[in-house]
């Protein structure tokens, strides 16, 4: 059984369209999280939620908005899409224990192109 | 903000060699922790160190943590042809979201 997946794993579209992301983790944990990487894998966190509330939300547009209809799944839902949204987005989850931050189980991505 | 920098950035070696890869960080942490990412895969989870540890061992790999030097290593001992992948340091600046280095690109032939 797969932990975290993602679907799709390959989503090519044009600029301007809306598109949707999905992940489900089947691992019971209550936080989960959407990272972007990019073409020279860098990774960066976009947002946070526990146990379907949002935690963080760095610096991202306002054109990406996550959503969470219940622990084991956090959506990302990205608006006007532009050229600069091309890279790979991925899905984690991990528990959070007290003393900082847990070992995160990832998605095998999704490879947005935006052309 | 980027927390981890690795170094090497690109490391090429033969088949039962080791290899060690460094990470240096910015702020305090609770832990740090290594990922391996093959091509085209999502990121694994390696090791955690926490940062009253010093040294800690999981199979071929030893990590180790100086926190007066804000810096980690991790070596793989006898490496083989599948440990070719990207390895990421990554903190918790003392919260919970992890903040991941550039990485380092370990290639290994056989």
């Known amino acids: 059984d797969t932990a975290v997946s993602q679907t799709p794993k390959y989503l090519v579209t044009q600029m301007g369209n809306d598109k949707s992301i999905k992940c489900e983790q089947n691992?019971?944990?209550?936080?989960m999280y959407w990272y972007k990487q990019d073409s020279k894998k860098f990774l960066k966190i976009m947002f946070s939620y526990n146990n379907k509330e949002l935690i963080i939300n760095e610096t991202v547009p306002n054109r990406f908005s996550p959503k969470s209809p219940d622990k084991a799944h956090l959506n990302l839902h990205i608006n006007s899409l532009e050229l600069g949204d091309s890279a790979v987005y991925f899905c984690?989850?991990?528990?959070?224990?007290?003393?900082?931050?847990?070992?995160?189980?990832f998605g095998p991505g999704t490879r947005l192109t935006v052309t | 903000s980027q927390q981890g920098e690795e170094d090497p950035q690109a490391l090429s070696i033969q088949e039962g060699e080791n290899a060690t890869m460094n990470c240096s960080y910015k702020?305090?942490?609770?832990?740090l922790q290594w990922y391996r990412q093959n091509s085209g895969r999502g990121l694994v989870h390696l090791i955690l160190?926490?940062?009253?540890?010093r040294e800690k061992h999981s199979g071929r790999l030893r990590v180790t943590l100086d926190t007066s030097k804000k810096s980690s290593s991790l070596l793989i001992t006898a490496s083989r042809a599948a440990d070719t992948a990207s390895y990421f340091c990554a903190t918790d600046n003392a919260g919970t979201a992890l903040i991941f280095g550039k990485g380092t690109t370990l290639s290994v032939s056989s």
């Open positions: 702020t305090s942490i609770n832990n």
């Open positions: 691992l019971g944990h209550d936080t």
């Open positions: 984690a989850s991990s528990h959070i224990p007290s003393g900082g931050a847990s070992e995160q189980y």
């Open positions: 160190i926490r940062s009253n540890e």
